[in-house]
């Protein structure tokens, strides 16, 4: 490989991962706050009028949620804190995340392998295009906190796990190492019910994978597993859970199995089939019995994220309902079966598949620069409108009006790409006892809000 070659290389990294970074902090500058952040913005304790003022006031508001709402007091947390900082702030750091959490991704697809651009830029697009309500998850403060950051724990234990499986126990070999790996394990099991479970799933199939290779497991790894089992635990037996079920009117399991399954097809579609093309590209590298093995169990522990796909759906059929936003973590489980696969694809670029794929990625790439760019737009404008509509509130106020009347967010620019965060999400509306009225006047400090 030539200098030169390496050079362009390098440059491309580098040009990709500052489009990537500067595409999604300004679409989080232009998202506004949505739905349930004004909850979090008029920073009282969960359920309770005291306001939050430091460290106890937020273990309070903790605690609170965890007895009389959910177990998933990670996302709450983060939420808390993100509220009490400038938006700006929340905006950078939750880029970063986003960028993590996709790193975490390509570097459990491509552990001891050279560095793969088309793989990392396929990761993003298979996100963008396969998650379901994608700004919810990643631009939406309150959904962010409960997804995109939930899931860094989540993918930084299976990251120990299948870094584990492909050094073969060269790595994490200190005992030492016990203590954060159980630490980790306890908030990646606490994190959110089909992620955490997903998770269990794949680290009991790595144990597995290890004492069927005769493979020692170390301790570390051991304390890990049950620090996860512990924090699920955690999570799905909170008292909240309860009190939150009793409220949900759910459906038959029947119907739900229909709608998860339904889900299942139109999200992970194009990954499934990009899996079984990506299985019989491996098969055709075999061509003795050493390359044999490899391709067993390249194809083994990329069977192993697959099958967590499934679980991470499907135990949704313990809940009441299944939300679209949940289908992250499936569509994350499922990326890492087919990036496991390809990254073990050799491509030889002067041929013609190489070719094909250089095409495919360029197009691809500017699709998805071409929505990302709609992406932003769309949200600029609901950006401008929620500023507006901020300063007609505080105008009102000072006026001495306490019941003020507002416009309902408008788009006049066509909407496309439906990558915003307030794509699915409500408005305030005429109703000024609606849910999301009341906590907008709690948040201005006025009686109520009525939208027009």
Known sequence: MSNKFIKIKKSLWFLTIFSLFFAFFLMNYFTPYVADDYNYLSHKVFQSESSITGINSIYHSVLNYYLNWSGRILGHFLTTLFSLMPKYIFDLLNTFAY???TYLIYAICNVKKK????LY???HALLWFCVPDY???MFWMCGSANYLWASLPVLLMIYVYRREAVYQGKVFTSVIWSVPFFVLGIVAGWAMENMSAGMLVIITLYLLYFY?????VKISLICGYIGALIGFAMLVLAPGNAVRSDMDSGISGVFLFGVISYYFIMCIGIICGLWIILIMALKNKVVSDNDSKVVRDISLQSLIFAVAAIASAYCMLAASYSPERTWYIVCVYAVIAVGILYSDVSLNYSELFGKIIIVVVICVSVILLTQMADTMIYSREAFVQTNNR???????KEEGVKDV???IITHAYPLRAKHDALTGLSDI????SYWINSSVAAYYGVDSVTGY
Do not use: C, E, W, Y
């Open 99 to 101: 960028m993590g959490a």
């Open 115 to 118: 560095h793969n651009l088309s």
């Open 121 to 123: 830029i396929s990761i």
């Open 135 to 137: 700004g919810q998850v």
């Open 212 to 216: 069927r290779r005769n493979h020692k």
């Open 390 to 396: 901020a300063a007609m509130i505080m105008k009102q």
């Open 405 to 407: 009347s507002v416009p």
């Open 429 to 432: 509306t005429a109703d000024p």
